[in-house]
């Protein structure tokens, strides 16, 4: 199979403008920001309820939390713990990171105690930075971990007057006050420590190659594992996005609503509209509402999101007269789009004078984000596109170098500048999957399972591993069986996916209790209490279901897919 020929020629025939390959900058992501702030000091960089904010005036306040995060003692190659919602602080804390030469360990805010213990821990950060509403579970976790300073940001903080006003009568009344004493440096004093940076160069020079960003995933394997990233596979992501939306133009809106601690917010959302002179509309709390809002008050040119998002918006009431005329691009991710919602909101669009359709793509957090997309003007049912320039997809025998012919299924592995640095601290993972080939390249081996036409698009097929995938989010059962069996109550558990209208799939929980515990609801509370401590709000199950038994394979080992089956009959007896 001619990889380049079959991957690459569809790009060209249908968009002259994309290039077979591209240059990409070899600096840090601050450097690239920094390039287009100076060429368009001017321009809105990010607008955040209500208040927008220039290029230059990003630029500053970035340099302003470099200083103070070098007074603090930061130092290159030190990680440091972001778990921010889409905010100010959280963009300018991110570059600030990334210009003193640390790196930034990117966490679900909402995350459980263990899971931000686990997260502090296995990066070994020596500060945290989260707002006012998380204080007390990292608080909790400290005396556990290597961190040194915790800072405190409120949203307010970032707030116009007027609004601000407003969130305090509202929202902010329901954050505890954090205790005087606390050994914590809130946002306005830690901003401060800035105008006493004695350090004459706070600039730590990095390149592409350096470890910038540690995103979190589950592996091949299913156990929570960091995802080293450099600064190159941010930059060369930036580049391939824009080189994919010949329609783009700087200036151009993109509605940074997915979080930043996902590949899809931080790679597609923030860095490759900032560091190509986009504008990113920054959505702090999602719900559909506001989501549906900001399109059309803010004339939003660009949405990103997952499936579940445009299945919430297809049911928002009082939608009839929105306009959305302004949107070039609407890209679905993180989930597979069934080809019927993608036929609904397609429709959607059009009925509301939007002149595109949904564009689906595909990738993982081992290349930061998206790998592959669905060009504008050439759709095949089914199929999730085709590789960015300078992305190689093969089609394998699963956990093997031998490539398949066209149309037939194995594991879809990928080679290009966005794949990772390595699993931290877990050489054999790493070895596991990144895999240096015959050719020479080294391929990232997906666990997900697909074929290849010979125009060279990619149909995904399902996956290897297994995972549930609940709103865009990668839930990985086996970790939610640990946290259940560690309960006293139960005595094996499994866990499985089912099928969802809104979520796409939502977590279940089967439990074979010990001997003396009743299956009622006081022992489902206790064990729903014991999840919420130790599971993030997403991968919370809806429901424990108990059983005498669980049914078992033939080597002994829970049957999962038995349950499944069952759960999916019982839905369709339902329907």
């Known amino acids: 199979m001619s990889k380049q020929t079959a991957v690459k020629a569809p790009w060209r025939d249908h968009l002259g403008e994309v290039p077979f390959h591209l240059d990409y900058f070899d600096g840090t992501m601050f450097e690239a920001v920094e390039q287009i702030a100076m060429k368009y000091p001017n321009n809105i960089a990010y607008d955040f309820m209500g208040r927008s904010t220039t290029y230059r005036q990003m630029l500053a306040e970035i340099e302003r939390c470099a200083k103070a995060l070098k007074t603090i003692g930061v130092r290159e190659n030190d990680r440091v713990t972001i778990a921010l919602p889409n905010c100010p602080q959280a963009v300018c804390l991110f570059y600030a990171v990334n210009l003193v030469g640390a790196v930034a360990n990117m966490i679900h805010p909402l995350s459980a105690e263990k899971e931000i213990e686990f997260y502090l821990k296995e990066s070994e950060s020596v500060l945290a930075i989260t707002l006012d509403q998380f204080y007390d579970k990292f608080e909790r976790v400290r005396q556990n971990t290597q961190v040194v300073n915790i800072v405190i940001a409120s949203v307010k903080d ?245 490539e398949l012919p066209y149309g037939q299924e194995g594991e879809i592995v990928i080679s290009g500048p966005t794949v990772m640095k390595e699993y931290m601290n877990n050489p054999m993972e790493t070895a596991r999957t990144l895999r240096r080939h015959a050719d020479g390249m080294v391929w990232l081996y997906t666990g997900d399972l697909g074929t290849m036409d010979k125009e060279g698009f990619v149909f995904f097929r399902g996956r290897a591993k297994r995972m549930i995938i609940s709103s865009g989010y990668n839930v990985y059962p086996a970790q939610i069986e640990n946290v259940l069996d560690a309960h006293e109550a139960v005595q094996m558990s499994c866990v499985i996916g089912v099928p969802d209208p809104y979520r796409m799939q939502k977590v279940k929980a089967f439990v074979k209790l010990n001997p003396g515990f009743a299956p009622d609801d006081a022992t489902r509370q206790s064990i729903l209490a014991h999840c919420k401590k130790n599971i993030a709000k997403y991968a919370m199950p809806y429901d424990v279901e108990f059983r005498e038994e669980l049914p078992k394979t033939m080597v002994g080992k829970v049957a999962y897919r038995a349950l499944e089956e069952e759960e999916r009959a019982r839905t369709q007896q339902a329907g």
């Open 158 to 402: 970032a707030l116009s007057r007027p609004i601000r006003a407003g969130y305090m009568l509202t929202a902010g009344r329901k954050t505890e006050k954090i205790p005087k004493d606390a050994p914590v440096l809130m946002w306005k004093e830690f901003i401060h420590l800035s105008h006493s940076c004695y350090y004459r160069n706070y600039k730590v020079k990095r390149n592409g190659e350096d470890p910038a960003v540690i995103l979190y995933s589950g592996g091949t394997t299913g156990t929570n594992k960091g995802i080293v990233l450099t600064n190159r596979c941010f930059n060369a992501l930036g580049k391939q996005i824009i080189a994919t939306n010949p329609m783009f133009r700087v200036g151009d809106k993109m509605l940074a609503a997915m979080p930043l601690f996902h590949g899809f917010g931080l790679g597609v959302c923030i860095h490759s509209m900032l560091s190509q002179g986009g504008r990113c509309i920054l959505i702090p709390r999602f719900t559909p509402k506001s989501y549906a809002k900001q399109i059309t008050k803010k004339k939003c040119n660009f949405i990103a999101g997952v499936p579940t998002l445009y299945e919430a918006l297809l049911r928002l009431p009082g939608m009839d007269n929105a306009d959305f005329s302004s949107l070039k691009g609407v890209f679905s991710g993180g989930d597979s789009l069934s080809i019927e919602l993608k036929k609904k909101f397609d429709k959607y669009l059009y009925d509301h004078k939007a002149v595109i359709q949904v564009r689906e793509g595909y990738g993982a957090t081992e290349t930061v984000s998206a790998c592959c997309l669905t060009p504008p003007h050439m759709h095949k049912e089914g199929s999730i596109g085709l590789p960015f320039p300078d992305t190689y997809i093969k089609i394998v025998e699963p956990d093997t170098d031998r």
